[in-house]
């Protein structure tokens, strides 16, 4: 039984370090992009972008996912329009 329960706590502890972050970079061939989860979790609660349940890691592989996500998302916030491609991809 103990050996059960340090497992669970050891995968809970991984998962916690994986979610927890601080940035995630996408490579891309137009240039890649910096995702800092850290500053957004700071600033938002996980649903608004974890929108599956149970939340999962977002999938944000193809332009549309990412467009729909964090476009739509800076534009509605004033954050920027990120109408420039250069805005999120860094070469």
């Known amino acids: 039984m103990k050996k059960i329960i340090v497992a669970l706590m050891l995968v809970s502890f991984a998962a916690a370090v994986a979610f927890a ?8 061939k137009k240039g ?7 500053m957004h979790s700071e600033k938002l ?3 608004k972008c974890h929108t599956a349940k149970p939340e999962a890691k977002i999938d944000v592989k193809g332009m549309k996912p990412g467009h729909d996500l964090c476009k739509t998302c800076h534009t509605a916030s004033g954050k920027g329009t990120m ?4 805005y999120c991809h860094k070469k």
């Open 32 to 38: 890649n992009i910096t995702f800092n989860h850290k």
């Open 45 to 47: 609660t996980c649903d």
């Open 83 to 86: 109408d420039k491609c250069d």
């Open 21 to 28: 972050a601080d940035s995630v970079t996408y490579e891309n």
